[in-house]
């Protein structure tokens, strides 16, 4: 008669069960950690889009509508920079009064980690029309 054998499992089986395991949670932890990852430039992203937002709300308001080169720092490692210039495709519309003259607008947020967001958008700016003395043109 031959010996009953035991149920259970051998060294090797262990062995190779846990080198499995360990694979699986491998994976599992990385990818994890790009959901965590992307998660965070997500909010990166967000919170700079809020604040391009932000100013460019303030642009007309607290900041004056003139060609210019403007940048702040916003904290919690966000700075911002903004480009006024007139704009070079749209002519200004001319009424009786007064011009209204086209800018565009650039607001550029940056952060730590190399991260940059571009906003832009087009403003218009009313100024006085030009004085036209006719009797100088010739000269």
């Given at each position: 008669m031959s010996p009953t054998r035991r149920g259970g499992f051998t060294l090797i089986e262990v062995l190779v069960a846990f080198a499995i395991l360990a694979l699986v949670l491998t994976a599992l932890l990385r990818v994890f950690s790009t959901g965590l990852d992307s998660i965070g430039v997500a909010e990166r992203y967000a919170s700079a889009t809020m604040l391009a937002r932000?100013?460019?709300?303030?642009?007309?308001?607290?900041?004056?509508?003139?060609?210019?080169?403007?940048?702040?720092?916003?904290?919690?490692?966000?700075?911002?920079?903004?480009?006024?210039?007139?704009?070079?495709?749209?002519?200004?519309?001319?009424?009786?009064?007064?011009?209204?003259?086209?800018?565009?607008?650039?607001?550029?947020?940056?952060?730590?980690?190399?991260?940059?967001?571009?906003l832009t958008t087009l403003r218009l700016a009313s100024e006085p029309a030009p004085a036209i003395d006719g009797g100088d043109a010739g000269q």
């Open positions: 932000s100013v460019l709300d303030e642009i007309g308001a607290e900041i004056p509508l003139v060609a210019d080169e403007l940048s702040g720092d916003a904290g919690d490692g966000f700075t911002w920079n903004v480009e006024i210039a007139r704009s070079a495709v749209i002519a200004p519309i001319v009424d009786a009064e007064s011009w209204l003259v086209p800018y565009d607008v650039a607001v550029t947020v940056t952060w730590e980690g190399g991260g940059s967001l571009t």
